[in-house]
């Protein structure tokens, strides 16, 4: 298991790369250019500069999530060859510097989506990322973009680009007569078209699931249940094809058995890597994200890591979303302190699995 890190650039993140070095057990990013739009090559000189940097830190960085997909190419609009051109561009350019994996997701529209970036906690005082659909029903898509984009402490936030919501209606538009299916055919299109040049290049797209794992505003979803998963392996038969396995977005739904999720998926060599947080039910499409530690919430990271530790130790995983501890003030899910200590128990764990097993 390779332990990283989300970090979004000198000029994007507060949090510093000799910070983050000094966390234990730290090997490297899970890494972004947090200035890109959907669509746009990532060119050779801008990924040679994030990673000289990186580097000359002492940290790896062999992941790099949101490379966002065009909606054009997730509605199977005929500009969608030009996208996926640039697609393949940007694949062969973090190639050349090392990237292994590339984080991404094919949600129509909103990437994750909350209704609270700052609910505080009762018991302690921090505060958390929260989702309450009921909050949800009285706003407009557009009211949740503003009011997201306004409370993120002047940051940006990965999926929220100011650029891909500016056309929102237009976009919420285009997607009123798309099927879930017709969603998984254009991801087929896009699929084909990219893992031949991942096979070439020894890279692997890692999928996010849908988070909260359900529908939202009525656009269609499919990535958020073990059943959507095992449609999308299918629809390209690679390795290359896998799996970012997010514990705390899968498990927004009680319904999905994480560990169980990822055993299925670990042994079928289709994780490319994993975030792994905790969460707590509230209600029905209702919870809080809290502390990584199991009885913090209402997942068991023991048996998440022990599925990993079983079916995939290789892979490459990072403490998700943590909450705001301390009075530190940073982009929302993204702190520095409670990461840390979140990647501090998840080797913990990993270091009392692996000697256990022996
Ligand atoms: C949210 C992140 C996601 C993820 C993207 C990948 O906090 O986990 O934004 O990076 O879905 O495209």
New binding site residues.
């Given amino acids: 298991m390779k332990m990283t890190f989300?970090w979004y650039g000198s000029n994007s993140d507060n949090i510093t790369l000799k910070q983050i070095r000094q966390i234990p057990g730290m090997s490297g990013l899970m890494g972004?250019l947090d200035d890109k739009a959907a669509g746009e090559v990532w060119e050779d000189d801008e990924i040679r500069a994030y990673m000289d940097e990186v580097h000359a830190a002492g940290l790896a960085c062999e992941v790099i999530?949101?490379?966002?997909i065009h909606e054009d190419i997730k509605l199977g609009l005929p500009s969608r060859d030009k996208y996926i051109e640039n697609y393949n561009i940007t694949i062969r350019n973090l190639a050349k510097y090392g990237v292994k994996v590339i984080?991404?997701?094919f949600?129509p529209v909103f990437?994750?989506l909350r209704t609270d970036l700052a609910h505080v906690i009762e018991e302690d005082g921090s505060n958390s990322l929260y989702f309450n659909e009921k909050d949800l029903g009285e706003m407009t898509p557009l009211e949740i973009v503003q009011r997201t984009a306004e409370n993120a402490n002047g940051f940006s936030l990965?999926?929220w680009e100011p650029a891909r919501l500016k056309e929102l209606e237009n976009t919420l538009d285009a997607y009123k007569n798309v099927t879930p299916d017709d969603l998984r055919a254009n991801y087929k299109y896009f699929l084909d078209a990219v893992i031949p040049v991942c096979e070439e290049t020894g890279v692997r797209m890692a999928v996010?699931p849908d988070?909260p794992a359900w529908p939202i505003f009525g656009l269609p979803r499919i990535a958020h249940t073990a059943e959507d998963f095992d449609k999308i392996v299918a629809l390209n038969d690679s390795p290359a094809n896998a799996i970012?396995l997010?514990t705390g977005?899968l498990g927004s739904n009680p319904d999905n058995d994480i560990p169980a999720i990822i055993r299925h998926f670990g042994a079928m060599n289709r994780i490319g890597c994993l975030?792994i947080r905790n969460i707590k039910h509230l209600g029905y499409h209702l919870f809080r994200e809290t502390a990584h530690l199991s009885a913090a919430g209402d997942l068991d990271l023991y048996e998440i890591m022990k599925a990993v530790h079983d079916t995939c130790p290789d892979t490459y995983i990072r403490p998700?979303?943590g909450r705001m501890i301390w009075d530190e003030v940073g982009r929302p899910?993204?702190g520095l302190y409670d990461r840390a200590l979140g990647a501090a128990y998840l080797n913990g764990l990993w270091e009392a699995i692996e000697k256990s097993a022996r």
């Fill in positions: 989300r972004v999530e949101s490379v966002n984080v991404y997701n949600m990437d994750w990965p999926g996010h988070d970012c997010c977005s975030h998700d979303h899910g993204y």
